[in-house]
Every structure is written in structure tokens, then in C-alpha cells.
């Protein structure tokens, strides 16, 4: 609400000024014509003007009026493109993610390894994450669990090195992922999140777009018939070509789920981050996108983020996070019985339901 009434305070402000430019500039051109008047005036009562020059001069200063007042309101639109230039440039003028790596790995096996690693962000008072080791083998399925701001998004973010520990290492098939480059990594790597980026291109291009190589039709088509989307990408007046709107608008939050795991499965890299992928779904679309997910994760080294514990039953392993350290590991009806931290979060739940 706040930030509202902030915009709309500089809204008032940008018309109050636009509206007062064009009668500031009329109200000195109507001045200044006045003072010329005056002094032809004066000069013709002396006789050193002509009645002829006198009409001429007056004709001509008032043809100036109109391109005055049209040069006055060009200045409104151009001030907003030069603010909008400025914003753009220094986008363009931002520094490229750096890249130390050096080592190209070719695909995956997928196992990865979290030794001692800490994290603390700039400025916070704490660690996001602290002495955190654990190993995930490769095609395991790590589902990580625990209160907000826990450190869970965190953890899955060093894996595509969003951000990097600083302490301890993280490894990937052995290779410590600070050496190698950044191109390699994320080959490997597929990421389906709550807030799913589409471009306002077809439904084709959207689902290509994950892969690092030219596909056909019947890939693409694959890969949405086996994240249930086909069914509804059918339904649409062209199909495959139908256009989807600024980031998806024409679709609903179900409907953009399943092209980012269709995305993910034409990608078919060896490890899988997803992020809250179910979560403000109804009913119906979540057990769509729980059986594309079922398909997803088959072979694949999978780290899953979610709060709704119902969908984590089936992991691997459950690591449990608090203030970003891990207190608990273990399956789903192991932590249970620990009755720690797990059991009072899914009891927790249960009682909302």
C-alpha cells in the first residue's frame, strides 16, 4: 500500500509538471509578445517603422507560437525515454557472472558432495548455512525440509552456483564445482521453480527453450505428452504454435508447471532441482504435475524443495534443516519415529487440513 501511494505521488507529480510546462511557456511567449508590441508601438508613434513592417513583424512572431508549444511537449515523452535509457544501459553496462572455472565436464553421473560448506549472505547477522555435509548418490532423490528461513533454497542454489559457499567445497562427480565453468555445470543441470519464466513465443519454443540442441517436433512433442501437457497444449486453437503471452499470461499456474517440466525432461540433464513446484496449486492440477514429476525423476539425481511434506513422503531421504544446519536425515516414517522436528512440522500440517 505504501509503495503504492509512493507511485502514485510521483504519477501526480509527472502530470502536475507536464500539465504546467506548456502554460509557462505560453504564459513567457505572451510576455515576450506583449514587450515587442509595446516597443514596435513605440517606434511607429517615432515614425522609424512601417504600418507594412510593423503587421509583418507582428504576423511572424505570432507563427512562432504554435512550434513553441510543440517543442514545450516534447519534452514530457523525452525526459521518460532518457529515464528509461538510463535503466537499460546500465543493464547492458553490468558485468558478465564470473567465470573462474576451467574444467569441462562432459554429462554427469550425479553425485554430489557437500563438505563442511558454509554460507553467510553480506550484511546478515548469521550464517544462511552452517558446516553442512551430506552426500547425495547419484539418480537419489534428497527431499529438504524445515521452517522458513531454514536455509533450503539456499542449499539448492550453491548446487547451480547462484551463489558460492564461503566455506568448505561443493563437489560434483569429484570435481570441485568452483573449477569448473559455469557452461558445463549448468548443462547438467535442470531447475523447474514456483515462478516459471516463459516468453511471449509459441508453446514449441517455450518447451525447446531448456534444450542445449536443436530438436525436432516429435521431441518436443514427447516430452509434453510425458509432463501431461499435451492434453490441454491440444485443446488450444493452434496447438503447438499458439502463443502463450508475457511470461505464460494465457495460461494458468497448472498449465505453466508442466511446460517447465516438459522443458526439463527435452533438456534430460542427469540432476534435478525443483523448487516449490507444486506449491498454490489446486488439487486437480498438483496430482498432474505430482505424476509428471513421477516421470521426471526416474534416473536423476533430484534435490526437492517443498513444504508440503505429503509430497516428500517417497524421497530417498529427507534432510531436515534448521536456522541452516542440518538436524535430522532419514526416510519418511524413520523421522517420524525419531520425533524430532519432522514429526512436529508434519503433524503440524496434518492439523491444517
Given at each position: ?6 507511485v ?29 508590441v509595446s ?7 517615432a ?15 505570432l507563427?512562432l507560437n ?13 525526459q ?7 535503466s ?10 564470473p ?9 554427469a ?30 539418480g ?5 525440509v524445515?521452517?522458513s528461513?531454514?536455509g533450503k ?5 550453491l ?14 562427480d569429484?570435481?570441485n ?11 547438467n543441470i535442470a ?10 513465443d ?14 525436432d517436433?516429435?521431441q518436443i ?12 497444449i491440444?485443446q ?5 504454435e499458439t ?5 505464460g499470461?494465457?495460461?494458468?499456474g ?23 513446484a ?23 539425481t533430484t534435490i ?13 531421504r ?11 536425515q ?12 519432522y ?11
Amino acid at each position: 500500500n505504501a509503495e503504492a501511494n509512493q507511485v502514485r505521488r510521483y504519477l501526480m507529480k509527472q502530470a502536475a509538471a507536464a500539465a504546467a510546462s506548456v502554460p509557462a511557456v505560453q504564459l513567457v511567449a505572451a510576455v515576450a509578445l506583449a514587450f515587442i508590441v509595446s516597443l514596435a508601438t513605440m517606434q511607429s508613434s517615432a515614425n522609424e517603422i512601417t504600418v507594412g513592417g510593423f503587421v509583418s513583424f507582428i504576423t511572424a512572431m505570432l507563427m512562432l507560437n504554435a512550434p513553441l508549444k510543440r517543442v514545450t511537449s516534447v519534452n514530457e515523452p523525452l525526459q521518460r525515454g532518457l529515464a528509461a535509457a538510463e535503466s537499460v544501459f546500465a543493464l547492458i553496462d553490468e558485468r558478465g557472472e564470473p567465470d573462474s572455472g576451467t574444467v569441462s565436464l562432459p554429462r554427469a553421473s550425479g553425485a554430489l558432495r557437500f563438505e563442511h560448506v558454509s554460507i553467510a549472505y553480506p550484511g546478515a547477522g548469521r550464517q544462511a548455512l552452517q558446516d553442512i555435509d551430506f552426500t547425495i548418490a547419484p539418480g537419489e532423490t534428497i527431499a529438504l525440509v524445515g521452517p522458513s528461513g531454514s536455509g533450503k533454497t539456499t542449499l539448492a542454489n550453491l548446487v547451480p552456483r547462484f551463489y558460492h559457499p564461503t566455506q568448505g567445497r561443493i563437489t560434483l562427480d569429484g570435481q570441485n564445482l568452483e573449477d569448473l565453468r559455469l557452461e558445463s555445470l549448468r548443462a547438467n543441470i535442470a531447475l523447474v521453480s514456483q515462478d516459471v519464466v516463459l516468453f511471449n513465443d509459441t508453446v514449441a519454443a517455450n518447451i525447446a527453450y531448456g534444450s542445449m540442441n536443436r530438436v525436432d517436433e516429435m521431441q518436443i512433442i514427447a516430452a509434453a505428452r510425458a509432463a501431461h501437457a499435451l492434453e490441454f497444449i491440444e485443446q488450444m486453437p493452434e496447438g503447438m504454435e499458439t502463443r502463450v503471452g508475457e511470461n505464460g499470461v494465457k495460461l494458468s499456474g497448472g498449465q505453466r508447471q508442466r511446460l517447465a517440466i516438459a522443458r526439463a525432461l527435452l533438456k534430460n540433464a542427469p540432476i534435478l532441482i525443483l523448487d516449490e513446484a507444486t506449491s498454490a496449486l489446486d488439487t486437480q492440477s498438483e496430482r498432474h504435475i505430482q505424476a509428471a514429476l513421477a516421470t521426471l525423476i526416474q534416473g536423476r539425481t533430484t534435490i526437492v524443495i517443498a513444504h508440503r511434506l505429503s509430497t516428500v513422503r517417497n524421497a530417498n531421504r529427507i534432510v531436515v534443516l534448521d536456522k541452516g544446519m542440518i538436524v535430522e536425515q532419514g526416510t519418511h516414517s524413520q523421522l517420524l519415529e525419531e520425533n524430532g522436528l519432522y514429526k512436529r512440522l508434519y503433524e503440524a500440517q496434518e492439523l491444517q487440513k
